[in-house]
């Protein structure tokens, strides 16, 4: 049963689980990636296939997530203080990474209810949210969120309260939607007639004042708000005309209800330009906020540590020069340390983009941000505090940005200045011409009311709205409402290279040495690499468990620092590792019994799908293509060549820093930086726009611009298309806006406007608005 997704492009297969459009291989020709082969699996195996009726567009490429060993000791804790406060009914809210549509709802919900002692479960998936309802002592939560990770959801702790601006938005917005129906009840028999003497006239009149006047305190101080700020921060934003507008309208209105010039009350236009506009704005947010909520919370700093010798634990922000303490398996070296263990064997991708494994012997200093891939904990001395180290630096909130769109400013300013001199030109040759101020004053407002940004007011947010749906469709997810405006500049894209321009994990280039063992040899090498952090571990892992294999039931699994990893079981000796070590064979990793190699496994980096025609599509769009990376630099050349990108284009063994002040040379506010690990930190917060491939490591992708999912690069193209595509639907509203302007205008100074027009024209035009952007987005 397939997932229901967008066509894919020519020559791409569509994924059986996701839906996403791929690359097929000999060794994957219906799956994107393993993770969706090895879910596509557990789910019919369960006969849960009624998630694929559900879906909505399909789902979330997987990807490694489901073979990534991960710590839950912290949702053990949670859970354990939820049994100690609670009745008999502990509840516990997570944090939820990966719902997309309500198939993944129904999901999560099928497996929770099946699970012994689970009485209820609640989902938020916009906010991403999860709580959970069991029977004190009779259901372990770290074994459901387990579960959950091998169907490709994440859980992680309760960040912050979500306070997601939509929401209070949209009180605004059902408030003001009531009084707009309200307005308009009580306006329509004066259009359509009614009387003065009629006894309930002075009553509607008295009820629309009121109504207007509470959209214009509810509603329209959003807008004025918003004004006030931007103009103390010396920028023009669309909420001025806006507010203009609304100001004009209601205090001509109030001027002409109290003069009894009833012919020239405009609070219905009030109320619903109020609330139009409140669509709008409601619109731009809530596109983003979807997006926003797909991810846990930001990363913190790291778990605090265990001390050597007292058995305490101690926040690393409070670790000193000196201080000895234990790192468990898979956790991060926290700040500079000298190892006092025998050996360790740690990884560097994280922080300077190596990929390949580091063995460390005692007395090693180990950089900070290194993870430690053994499976026992280690002992180091840490040499400097947590304030000093590169992980804190790393992890370090950059300050928010204010990005100014110059055009749409000047844009504004010529906007307000136009309609202002053209109003008080018509009042002044009016008042001229009749001396009779009620005449004049009309005209002055109707030039005020007619000109508000009514129509590109919710076309504009709607085409928003409507580019970040489509991009979600396709696996590309807009974080900054913002963003738009700056990917127009954008000219230069730096990549770095390693799990962004290659694939996240290391890759085995010779599965059928693999697939030629037994399955009696599989499933003891599966067990052998079964709690492993090595990559040549978790690509062996990924591997077998996507083929179904099952691990062996062994001894516990020997690991010699440097080597390789041993286990004896049923009579044999099994060894993974080294060359000379495990047996005498040529390849990277050998996999022997009783010293008689049964497998010999070559291992490498795994460029990303159709990576060489996105970077020259990008290339033919006008933009130059960089490669920025703390990788050993005949890799990264290496890289520069299979993408045809020039030897200047490339810059290897870049420290953060380095790397942070190049894109600072180089940005004139037109650079798009891509990266994925804790190296590529202070880069994203020199670059003028930021994307990341990577949102299961909670920290890039809650500083990034967008994220995108797959296995391809094909995310930066389609948001530079829907860029390139919403820019020329702005330009048509724009046109059609300016074109009405004119019209509307013109028949106000010529004395032709009053409420009822207003009231028919502001509608209309909006309506007219919206057909463009649609019949925009079709083509």
């Given amino acids: 049963m397939s997932a229901a997704a967008p066509k894919a492009r020519a020559g791409l297969a569509t994924c059986i689980h996701c839906g996403t459009g791929f690359h097929p291989t000999s060794q994957l020709a219906d799956y994107c990636c393993r993770g969706c082969q090895f879910v596509h ?115 992680g702790p309760p960040g912050p309260e979500p306070r997601a601006a939509s929401r209070g938005l949209i009180v605004r917005l059902g408030i003001c939607a009531a009084l707009a129906m309200n307005a308009m009840l009580f306006t329509l028999p004066g259009y359509l007639g009614m009387e003065r003497s009629f006894q309930f006239t002075q009553l509607f009149e008295r009820i629309t004042l009121v109504v207007g006047t509470l959209s214009l305190l509810i509603g329209g101080s959003y807008f004025f708000t918003r004004t006030w700020h931007s103009l103390r921060n010396r920028v023009l934003h669309i909420d001025l005309p806006i507010s203009l507008g609304l100001l004009a309208a209601y205090s001509a209105s109030v001027f002409a209800w109290v003069r009894g010039a009833h012919g020239f009350v405009y609070f219905d236009f009030v109320s619903i330009f109020v609330f139009l506009m409140l669509v709008g704005r409601w619109l731009q947010q809530k596109a983003v906020e979807r997006n926003r909520g797909q991810l846990l919370a930001a990363q913190a700093d790291p778990a605090p540590v265990a001390l050597v010798g007292s058995g305490g634990k ?39 983009g190596e990929s390949d494994a580091l063995t460390a012997r005692a007395g090693r200093v180990v950089p900070s941000g290194a993870i430690h891939y053994g499976q026992e904990p280690i002992e180091l001395e840490a040499l400097e505090p947590w304030a000093d180290s590169m992980l804190a630096r790393l992890l370090r909130a950059a300050p928010v940005a204010t990005h100014r769109n110059r055009a749409v400013e000047r844009f504004i300013r010529g906007y307000i200045f136009a309609v202002l001199a053209i109003g008080v030109v018509g009042f002044a040759a009016w008042w001229w011409a009749t001396g009779d101020l009620l005449a004049a004053l009309p005209v002055l407002v109707s030039v005020l009311v007619v000109s508000c940004p009514c129509a590109s007011g919710v076309a504009l947010p709607l085409a928003d709205d409507l580019a970040v749906s489509a991009l979600r469709r396709a696996g590309v997810f807009i974080r900054e409402g913002n963003l738009w405006p700056r990917l127009e500049r954008v000219r230069k894209i730096l990549f770095d290279k390693t799990g962004t321009l290659t694939l996240e994990t290391t890759a085995l280039l010779n599965p059928d040495a693999l697939a030629a ?41 020997d690991e010699c620092i440097g080597f390789g990893l041993e286990v004896k079981h049923a009579g044999a000796h099994y060894r993974l590792g080294r060359t000379g070590w495990a047996a005498d064979a040529a390849g990277d990793c050998i996999f ?12 490498g980096e795994e460029v990303r799908a159709g990576a060489v025609e996105e970077v020259a599509s990008l290339r033919a769009r006008g933009c130059d293509v960089f490669i920025l990376s703390g990788d050993r630099r005949a890799k990264v050349e290496s890289m520069a060549r299979q993408l045809h990108l020039p030897e200047g284009c490339c810059r290897a063994e870049m420290t953060p ?41 909670g920290l890039l992708e809650h500083k990034a611009d967008f994220y995108f999912l797959g296995r391809g690069l094909d995310g930066v193209r389609r948001l530079l298309d829907a860029t390139t595509a919403r ?4 330009r048509r509203v724009l046109t059609f806006t300016i074109t009405y302007n004119v019209a509307a205008i013109a028949l106000s100074l010529a004395g032709h406007m009053n409420p009822l027009a207003a009231a028919i024209l502001m509608p209309a035009s909006s309506l007219v608005s919206l057909a463009i952007v649609f019949a925009s987005q079709r083509r």
């Fill in 314 to 352: 101690k926040p690393v922000a409070e670790l000193a020069p000196g201080t000895a303490y234990i790192v468990a398996p898979g956790q991060p070296i926290p700040v500079r340390s000298r190892l006092l263990s025998g050996g360790a064997t740690l990884g560097l991708e994280w922080i300077n």
């Fill in 517 to 557: 063992l037994p399955p009696s040899d599989q499933s003891v090498l599966l067990a052998m690499v079964w709690d492993s952090l090595h990559p040549v571990s978790c690509a062996l892992r990924e591997s077998l468990l996507a083929a179904g294999i099952k691990p062996a039931q062994t001894p516990p699994i």
């Fill in 41 to 155: 699996a557990l789910i019919t195996q369960n006969g849960l296939g009624q998630f694929y009726d559900l879906q909505e567009g399909g789902v979330q490429p997987v990807k490694s997530l489901v073979f990534q060993k991960r710590d839950y000791l912290w949702l053990d804790e949670l859970a354990r203080l939820a049994e100690a406060s609670a009745s008999d009914t502990p509840t516990l809210v997570l944090d939820l990474q990966g719902v997309s549509c309500i198939g993944c709802v129904w999901l999560i919900e099928k497996l929770f209810t099946r699970l012994p002692g689970a009485l209820a479960i609640t989902l938020d998936p916009t906010l991403g949210r999860l709580e959970l309802r069991w029977r004190r002592g009779a259901f372990e939560v770290s074994a459901f969120a387990r579960e959950l990770q091998s169907f490709g959801y994440l859980v």
């Fill in 727 to 730: 820019r020329r639907t702005i």
């Fill in 657 to 697: 820093d380095e790397k942070a002040d190049w894109v600072r040379q180089l940005d004139a506010r037109d650079t798009l930086f891509i990266g994925d690990g804790a190296n590529d930190s202070l880069a994203f917060n020199a670059a003028h726009c930021t994307g990341t491939p990577a949102i299961d490591r």
């Fill in 592 to 603: 022997a019994r009783d010293t008689a190699p049964l497998a010999a496994f070559r291992f």
